[in-house]
């Protein structure tokens, strides 16, 4: 082993490197390797975060279906109620003009049966005096049974 | 290429010289022939081949991740980036589980030397003979191509460290802190001249060992690779069998060369981690 100056020289030129590394070489390194394990963590947490949004909003989706449909079918129940109210409601206006109708024919009736029978009554009280006064021509002065033939009209 | 050599044990010789450059006995500056010129030279004499090759690395090394660091983006990261992120997330992984306190020294520190002693290491995958050649052919008189097996290369970068554990130890812990912590334990007060003493060789042991341990092991495995490199210099039947066991051996070195490093890079970070920790 033969030492001379050689162990100086490598000792300069060691701490050159050191020096060199530790300012140029190990903290770029670093800090990228730093960046990127944070990057990927934020990754992740962001991909959890992701997932669990995506669940709750596959949840919320299958909410409002459920109320939708619940909705859709009490819609659908009230319709179906009304339409059933509707008809009864017809029916009901239906029935009362019926028999509204019914009840001014019958009244018309009636009163055509009374204006005939008023009309058939004053006829026959006509055919009757005609008929007695022609029994009558013979033997009786109208003018002197005329109180009676008035009588008679009124009777009728 | 052995047989370009007197023995094998000059072949040897000359592969475990490095290029060093200084002055001569006589006056004249040059580099060494031979390891007995480079010893004369004492110790204001640098070793070229070790110098060059370790800074050469340094900056392929900081290239690579300056430019990984220029383009790095947080979107998906392309290839380069993704090695280079690969790197950085094991030594901050490395830094984290072993050192407890706040420093932003450290991890970068740790980075610098686990990739620059790869590099360094991983020169020793070159066949022994192939650099040193291009470098003769070029009239170099040596060239030693891994500067890991230089224990110049190793203490340079231990001695730094320790020295950054002895400012962290004082500033952390203040002189007194630091002293009591050498001096106090592991036995009572009154017996602190051998606390001092145990304490003492414990931290002169740190940059030693750390130094010498990755010397040591890629002094070895390049002396095997030379070893093995001799064989060539045989018979075909010698050359084939070293040829099989050269392979085998640097797809060996390939785990001792990783392994290396990430030792040096773990034991810098506890030994800066002890540095900051208050005893009690």
Same mark, same amino acid.
């Given at each position: 082993?033969n030492f001379n100056a050689t162990?100086?020289?490598?000792?300069?030129?060691?701490?050159?490197?050191?020096?060199?590394?530790?300012?140029?070489?190990?903290?770029?390194?670093?800090? +990228?390797?730093?960046?990127?394990?944070?990057?990927?963590?934020?990754?992740?947490?962001?991909?959890?975060?992701?997932?669990?949004?995506?669940?709750? +909003?596959?949840?919320?989706?299958?909410?409002?279906?459920?109320?939708?449909?619940?909705?859709?079918?009490?819609?659908?129940a009230q319709a179906e109620k009304?339409?059933?109210?509707?008809?009864?409601?017809?029916?009901? +206006?239906?029935?009362?003009?019926?028999?509204?109708?019914?009840?001014?024919?019958?009244?018309?009736?009636?009163?055509?049966?009374?204006?005939?029978?008023?009309?058939?009554?004053?006829?026959?009280?006509?055919?009757?005096?005609?008929?007695?006064?022609?029994?009558?021509?013979?033997?009786?002065?109208?003018?002197?049974?005329?109180?009676?033939?008035?009588?008679?009209? +009124?009777?009728? | 290429?052995?047989?370009?050599?007197?023995?094998?044990?000059?072949?040897?010789?000359?592969?475990?010289?490095?290029?060093?450059?200084?002055?001569?006995?006589?006056?004249?500056?040059?580099?060494?022939?031979?390891?007995?010129?480079?010893?004369?030279?004492?110790?204001?004499?640098?070793?070229?081949?070790?110098?060059?090759?370790?800074?050469?690395?340094?900056?392929?090394?900081?290239?690579?991740?300056?430019?990984?660091?220029?383009?790095?983006?947080?979107?998906?990261?392309?290839?380069?980036?993704?090695?280079?992120?690969?790197?950085?997330?094991?030594?901050?992984?490395?830094?984290?589980?072993?050192?407890?306190?706040?420093?932003?020294?450290?991890?970068?520190?740790?980075?610098?030397?686990?990739?620059?002693?790869?590099?360094?290491?991983?020169?020793?995958?070159?066949?022994?003979?192939?650099?040193?050649?291009?470098?003769?052919?070029?009239?170099?008189?040596?060239?030693?191509?891994?500067?890991?097996?230089?224990?110049?290369?190793?203490?340079?970068?231990?001695?730094?460290?320790?020295?950054?554990?002895?400012?962290?130890?004082?500033?952390?812990?203040?002189?007194?802190?630091?002293?009591?912590?050498?001096?106090?334990?592991?036995?009572?007060?009154?017996?602190?001249?051998?606390?001092?003493?145990?304490?003492?060789?414990?931290?002169?042991?740190?940059?030693?060992?750390?130094?010498?341990?990755?010397?040591?092991?890629?002094?070895?495995?390049?002396?095997?690779?030379?070893?093995?490199?001799?064989?060539?210099?045989?018979?075909?039947?010698?050359?084939?069998?070293?040829?099989?066991?050269?392979?085998?051996?640097?797809?060996?070195?390939?785990?001792?060369?990783?392994?290396?490093?990430?030792?040096?890079?773990?034991?810098?970070?506890?030994?800066?981690?002890?540095?900051?920790?208050?005893?009690?």
């Amino acid at each position: 082993m033969n030492f001379n100056a050689t162990l100086i020289g490598q000792s300069i030129t060691f701490i050159f490197f050191v020096w060199f590394c530790m300012k140029f070489v190990w903290p770029p390194i670093m800090s +990228a390797l730093e960046t990127r394990k944070k990057q990927i963590a934020d990754g992740l947490t962001a991909a959890d975060r992701g997932k669990h949004e995506l669940e709750l +909003a596959a949840k919320k989706a299958g909410d409002n279906m459920r109320d939708a449909k619940a909705q859709a079918a009490e819609v659908i129940a009230q319709a179906e109620k009304r339409a059933a109210q509707i008809i009864e409601e017809a029916k009901t +206006a239906a029935k009362e003009e019926g028999d509204r109708q019914l009840a001014a024919a019958q009244a018309n009736i009636a009163q055509e049966t009374n204006r005939a029978r008023e009309s058939l009554r004053e006829q026959v009280a006509g055919l009757a005096v005609a008929g007695a006064e022609k029994i009558l021509r013979r033997e009786v002065n109208a003018q002197t049974h005329a109180d009676l033939l008035g009588q008679l009209k +009124a009777e009728l | 290429m052995a047989t370009e050599y007197a023995s094998s044990g000059e072949y040897i010789k000359h592969h475990l010289q490095n290029l060093t450059y200084g002055q001569h006995v006589d006056g004249t500056w040059g580099f060494a022939h031979g390891a007995a010129e480079a010893k004369a030279m004492g110790f204001w004499a640098i070793n070229v081949d070790s110098m060059a090759f370790a800074i050469g690395l340094g900056f392929l090394f900081l290239f690579l991740f300056r430019m990984a660091a220029k383009k790095a983006t947080t979107g998906v990261p392309s290839g380069l980036q993704n090695f280079v992120e690969w790197i950085i997330e094991f030594v901050d992984s490395s830094v984290r589980g072993s050192f407890s306190h706040q420093n932003p020294l450290v991890a970068p520190l740790a980075l610098t030397v686990f990739m620059w002693v790869f590099l360094m290491n991983l020169m020793d995958l070159f066949p022994v003979d192939w650099l040193p050649f291009v470098a003769s052919m070029s009239g170099l008189p040596h060239l030693k191509v891994v500067p890991s097996t230089d224990p110049n290369v190793t203490f340079g970068m231990s001695l730094s460290i320790f020295v950054l554990v002895l400012f962290y130890s004082v500033k952390m812990k203040g002189a007194g802190g630091f002293f009591s912590e050498l001096a106090f334990q592991p036995f009572p007060k009154f017996l602190f001249p051998v606390n001092l003493l145990l304490e003492g060789v414990g931290l002169i042991a740190k940059p030693i060992s750390l130094a010498l341990r990755l010397f040591g092991n890629m002094y070895a495995g390049e002396m095997i690779f030379i070893l093995i490199a001799l064989m060539f210099g045989g018979n075909w039947v010698l050359a084939v069998f070293g040829g099989t066991l050269q392979w085998a051996w640097a797809v060996f070195h390939i785990l001792i060369i990783t392994l290396q490093a990430f030792i040096f890079m773990t034991l810098t970070i506890v030994y800066l981690d002890m540095a900051h920790a208050e005893h009690h």
